[in-house]
């Protein structure tokens, strides 16, 4: 699973050791509060008792307070919470906060348009705001729009245009939503949006952005009509070609499909774990890839509420990981180190496979995410051969004499592999991030080959698809260390994730899974 920073960002050896291959989040620092309603940035009374408004939707309601918590907030797009309560236990508090009243508890429909509304309208908003504006006539009343208007438009754009939803009911939904939380001004600018949106669809004409033009001019306009940011597109086409680049943005559009492992050190195998999901009917197919995975595309909060994942016996994991522990090739009685380990995912993934004898050394600089770590270790009965080091990698680097058979550097990255899953990742990464992520994957390749015996081995990965932060940092790594060389990783995983440079990677249109890198060097006896 990806781990996200702040990127406020002084390159440093000991601010990176945060996460792996976990995509580094540029993130504004904000304080834990009710999120001001009025664009005079007021806030309603926090001690305040509110009442229960029934006619309100309650999927729309705490979606709307979702949205502005992710985009003003600092919370994070999170679509496997266990009851629709994003990054906090008190979902129904922000909305009593924020819009000054409750609304009725969520049933398991109101959890799963939760999860498609707030995912849909973050992956598609640069799509929904160019429509919002077109409507509006006046890019000034976009800009000067209320946060709380602004989400609730987004809602009931994504709605009608993406949803298969009654129109009618869906203007008149959000228009009460409108007046009761703000005013019925509020109410009224968003009744005659929506409808006019109505008739736009209605008509087949919706207001977009044709594709014509030289290079920057097309780069714009793809990125409005599949709603990524205008950098992305130009990169990814001057890549792969405008074609895959479309394919590409279409898939981090899609909505996710998510896998299993079975945790066979409880006991737990695969066939077992087919069996639960049969039983709660979730649909599901084995991983063609790796024996402990099982893939399902829905039934994530019946998976969540049937308690598998809190009894251990089974754990959320992309088989796009499970395919670089394949790379690191884990063996009995072998001393391991995970340079960035938590949230542990890989680590705990690594420890399973080496049937009690041998050791993986977790290192993280996050005291509080390593502690994670250990608790699902205890959870999985895999503690006996993990050892959590709260270090900055750099400085353990320098001052361990003890080097290992094998490290895993689980890299910092932009996490482009995973937008997908991470909803807001794309809103929240720029061009500039890109220079200052490939000097912290230099500093800790660097730091992470001292700890690599000879004759031992060292994997890279990231769960980035961009080549500079890939095959490049392998080439300039190289080049400072010719005490290594690349051991091709067709041994390890299947024909189809191995390129001609002899590196594992999983291309998401290609495989259906998360992007994800993998290089395998050996370090001269």
């Known amino acids: 699973m990806a781990q996200v920073l702040s990127f406020g960002l002084r390159i440093r050896c000991s601010d990176a050791r945060r996460t792996s291959s976990k995509p580094l989040k540029v993130a504004k620092t904000r304080p834990n509060t009710a999120i001001p309603t009025r664009s005079t940035g007021t806030r309603r009374n926090a001690n305040r008792t509110y009442g229960v408004n029934l006619e309100i939707s309650p999927h729309r309601a705490v979606s709307a307070v979702r949205l502005m918590r992710i985009e003003l907030g600092g919370a994070f797009a999170d679509l496997l919470n266990e009851r629709g309560k994003g990054s906090g236990d008190n979902e129904m508090g922000y909305v009593e906060r924020t819009l000054g009243f409750r609304t009725r508890d969520l049933d398991d429909r109101d959890l799963r348009l939760v999860t498609d509304i707030v995912g849909g309208s973050i992956r598609w908003r640069r799509y929904l705001d160019h429509l919002i504006v077109s409507l509006c006539h006046d890019s000034k009343t976009f800009r000067s729009m209320e946060p709380l208007l602004l989400q609730i438009l987004r809602i009931g754009f994504y709605e009608i245009v993406n949803l298969d939803m009654p129109p009618y009911a869906v203007v008149d939904e959000n ?160 001393s391991i180190i995970d340079c960035c380990a938590a949230p542990g995912g890989k680590t705990i993934f690594m420890a399973s496979c080496l049937s009690g004898q041998g050791m993986v050394h977790a290192i993280d600089i996050n005291k ?65 991030d890109m220079e200052q992520l490939k000097n912290l994957q230099d500093e800790l390749l660097d730091a992470a080959a001292i700890l690599v015996k000879p004759g031992g081995v060292l994997v890279y990965s990231t769960c980035s698809i961009d080549p500079e932060e890939n095959e490049e940092r392998v080439a300039a790594f190289l080049q400072r260390h010719p005490e290594f060389s690349i051991d091709p990783v067709g041994r390890y995983v299947p024909s189809d994730f191995v390129t001609e440079g002899g590196f594992y990677f999983s291309n998401p249109v290609r495989h259906a899974l998360d992007g994800a890198f993998a290089a395998r060097l050996v370090r001269s006896s």
């Open 175 to 334: 228009v009460r939503l409108a007046k009761v939380a703000l005013r019925p001004g509020a109410g009224n600018m968003v009744n005659a949006i929506l409808r006019k949106l109505v008739l736009l669809k209605e008509k087949n004409s919706l207001p977009l952005p044709k594709l014509e033009g030289n290079d920057r001019a097309q780069a714009r306009a793809l990125a409005t009509l599949y709603s990524h940011p205008v950098w992305m597109v130009r990169r990814w086409t001057k890549y792969l070609g405008q074609e895959e680049a479309i394919k590409l943005m279409m898939w981090n559009n899609s909505e996710p499909s998510f896998s299993l492992r079975a945790n066979s050190g409880k006991g737990f195998t695969r066939a077992d774990l087919v069996m639960r999901l049969k039983m709660l009917k979730v649909p599901h197919e084995l991983s063609p890839h790796l024996d402990n995975f099982v893939r399902i595309r829905t039934g994530m909060q019946i998976v969540i509420q049937a308690q598998l994942l809190k009894e251990g016996l089974c754990s959320v994991q992309d088989e796009s990981a499970g395919l670089v522990v394949s790379v690191v090739d884990p063996q009995p009685g072998e």
């Open 368 to 432: 509080g995410r390593l502690r994670i770590v250990k608790e699902t270790a205890k959870l999985l009965l895999v503690d006996d051969v993990i050892t959590t080091v709260h270090a900055d990698l750099c400085t353990f680097a320098k001052n361990n004499p003890v080097k290992s058979d094998k490290v895993l550097l689980d890299a910092p990255c932009s996490g482009l592999g995973v937008l997908s899953k991470r909803a807001d990742l794309r809103w929240n990464r720029s061009l500039e």
